[in-house]
């Protein structure tokens, strides 16, 4: 039977609280509004976040961190046996060396809930997922809610706060892109060429699986269609994973379009602020987008319990039973309804 913390919210104070916020990109970023919360909770306590390496740089950017460790969780999943028992060693002997005194788990997962134990922190508040964690190893009382799937990921991770008196906390992911990467887009867009001044569309083609990227062909089709009947810039993003893409990108596409596939993060953020509007599957990306304030359209192969699409006001999600349904025009209205409305554009210094 794991010890119990009795403290009550109001009278508790740790002066080192470790977060383990280990998502992917985009339940990152839709775990901000808790990092919020926990920085204004404890406002001088000193804050270390341990998250999966892309997302290092999004709690970096959002600043409610003190320190941020970042984990190759790739490398600990995939790598040999003995390499991830190693980092997985060094890593508990890290958090073990800061000496902290709290520590919350927004996700529970098995092997998150073992390092929140093997931190040495002797109170502990945990996600409650049951079946899919070990949070019986939290102490802190009252415990929060247990998870609730009908609630869209924002407000979950809220829950795992309302035991510190976290209530009516802000929703809505934000960040504000560095002016370094900005600066570091602006360059370039205009080695690039673009056409800055025109309403500039962002397209992002990969998913984390095939079957949920709309196809190739209808992401070019649909940049040939604005650039010549609204005359936009086309802007296509492709990350690590849709490398493959880039031949086929450059061979179907307008020859104008703009592609930028060698982007950090942090940079990734600054492009997508400079949009008019994002097109987008599924993914990280999409919630990085909607979190920098531009508005975003969600290609989806499903119909979605509205757990998981961004809370900006200028969002439009479309799906079908199959991704491969959604036709171009559906997409290209969507994306003219969002160009229609008034929104005061990012300026860079280009």
Request: net charge positive; glycine share 6%.
């Amino acid at each position: 039977m794991p010890e119990r913390s009795n403290l009550s919210a109001s009278g508790f104070d740790p002066r080192r609280v470790l977060v383990i916020d280990f998502g992917q990109l985009g339940d990152v970023v839709l775990s901000l509004p808790a990092l919020r919360a926990v920085r204004e909770r404890f406002p001088r306590a000193h804050i270390a976040v341990v998250v999966g390496r892309p997302g290092a740089a999004i709690v970096e950017l959002s600043g409610y961190a003190d320190e941020v460790i970042g984990v190759d969780r790739v490398a600990l999943r995939d790598g040999p046996k003995p390499m991830a028992l190693l980092r997985i060693a060094q890593l508990v002997r890290r958090v073990r060396r800061a000496r902290f005194d709290f520590v919350i788990d927004l996700h529970s997962l098995y092997e998150t809930n073992l390092l929140g134990r093997l931190s040495g922190a002797p109170v502990r508040l945990y996600a409650r997922r049951p079946g899919r964690s070990l949070d019986a190893l939290a102490n802190f009382r009252p415990r929060p809610p247990v998870e609730d799937f009908r609630k869209h990921a924002v407000d979950r991770y809220l829950d795992v706060l309302k035991p510190l008196g976290v209530e009516n906390a802000p929703r809505l992911p934000q960040l504000r892109p560095r002016l370094e990467d900005e600066r570091a887009v602006g360059e370039m867009l205009r080695r690039a060429q673009a056409r800055t001044s025109a309403p500039l569309v962002g397209l992002f083609p990969g998913a984390g699986h095939p079957a949920r990227r709309w196809p190739l062909d209808r992401f070019a089709e649909l940049a040939h269609t604005l650039e010549k009947s609204d005359e936009t810039q086309t802007i296509v993003f492709v990350g690590p994973e849709e490398k493959e893409l880039i031949q086929s990108i450059r061979a179907s596409f307008p020859r104008s379009s703009v592609l930028l596939d060698r982007l950090t993060v942090p940079q990734l953020a600054a492009a997508q602020a400079l949009l008019s509007v994002f097109v987008s599957n599924d993914t990280g990306p999409l919630h990085l987008a909607s979190a920098v304030g531009t508005p975003v359209v969600m290609l989806l192969d499903r119909p979605t319990p509205n757990s998981f699409v961004p809370l900006g006001a200028n969002c439009r999600i479309i799906y079908s039973h199959a991704i491969d349904l959604i036709s171009t025009e559906e997409v290209a209205q969507a994306v003219r309804e969002l160009l229609a409305i008034p929104r005061t554009p990012v300026l860079f210094e280009l």
